[in-house]
């Protein structure tokens, strides 16, 4: 069985899937590599596309090492009968340690201390931040890191407040509608799949529903917030935004001009411990197909 290896991977995973069949890494050109692969393991660089598809007459699965779907063409796979499988649990408590992280350093605005103390500047005075017991988070998808995220967040003494179309029981969170997140939060973090309901839902309507000094991370995907409508809110009601996703892999748009923005280049999952976890859900996956 050929198993094409799209993405990088850790080499004792590679190793491990060598055993599992013939594994071609990384392949300098997809559409001819694709034609006689049985399994694809993909990150969010490769995209899984129908003309992707149409070339792979062999292919029986594609396996997602993360979460997110949206590199997939998830519908023509499943009419050409192509099973799709992630590893959803691996990256989970990462990416909520990551969402606490950014909180923290957003809220005391140990960012900007950092980079103002390598230009010479002591704005000791000047950052008076904020503690985030007693304060309000708001998550916006309550799935498995958005509920890992509220569980550490109440840990640390904050209120939680979760929306979810999909709700499940949950003894540290209230469930509210969206518009009751929007203006009780004083910190809301994004966790929602991106589908055409949740693409923009933060925008200039749903900023002005939002407290004056709100905080908000996003973690999920950058098309959930439009741009330009960020952009303002920072400006005028937001105090302040910490993104590691965007619309686009590499940004280098007009947020940068902003001081109260903390960008982090995509590192949600990449934590050691992360990526083995990954690797490991990754050999497993390819165990159970075979």
């Given at each position: 069985m050929k198993i094409l290896v799209c993405d990088t991977i850790q080499p004792?995973?590679?190793?491990?899937?060598?055993?599992?069949?013939?594994?071609?890494?990384?392949?300098?050109?997809?559409?001819?590599?694709?034609?006689?692969?049985?399994v694809m393991?993909?990150?969010?660089?490769t995209k899984v596309t129908k003309e992707v598809i149409d070339q792979a007459s062999k292919l029986k699965a594609v396996i997602r090492a993360g979460v997110g779907l949206d590199s997939i063409d998830t519908n023509y796979c499943k009419e050409k009968?192509?099973?799709?499988?992630?590893?959803?649990?691996?990256?989970?408590?990462?990416?909520?340690e990551l969402g606490i992280g950014l909180m923290i350093c957003l809220m005391r605005?140990?960012?900007?201390?950092?980079?103002?103390?390598?230009?010479?500047?002591?704005?000791k005075k000047e950052l008076l931040g904020t503690e985030i017991q007693g304060k309000t988070l708001g998550i916006v998808g309550f799935g498995r890191i958005g509920h890992s995220l509220g569980e550490?967040?109440?840990?640390l003494g904050m209120n939680v407040l979760a929306y979810d179309p999909h709700p499940r029981e949950c003894d540290f969170a209230k469930y509210v509608e969206l518009d009751e997140l929007y203006s009780k939060s004083d910190v809301i973090s994004l966790h929602s799949i991106l589908i055409p309901e949740t693409k923009g839902m933060i925008n200039k309507n749903s900023i002005a529903k939002m407290n004056d000094g709100v905080f908000i991370i996003n973690l999920a995907r950058g098309e959930l917030i439009v741009e330009e409508d960020l952009y303002q809110g920072l400006k005028d009601k937001i105090a302040g935004a910490a993104l590691d996703v965007y619309w686009g892999e590499k940004y280098s748009g007009k947020l940068l001009e902003l001081d109260n923005v903390f960008f982090t280049p995509h590192i949600g999952g990449n934590s050691k411990e992360a990526q083995l976890r990954i690797g490991e859900e990754v050999i497993e996956a390819v165990k159970k197909f075979i």
């Open positions: 004792e995973v590679l190793e491990e899937l060598k055993k599992l069949g013939e594994v071609e890494y990384k392949p300098e050109d997809l559409m001819n590599s694709v034609k006689d692969a049985e393991v993909v990150r969010s660089k009968n192509i099973q799709v499988i992630n590893t959803p649990h691996a990256p989970t408590n990462t990416v909520a605005g140990a960012y900007q201390g950092h980079y103002e103390m390598k230009d010479g500047k002591w704005l550490k967040a109440h840990a």
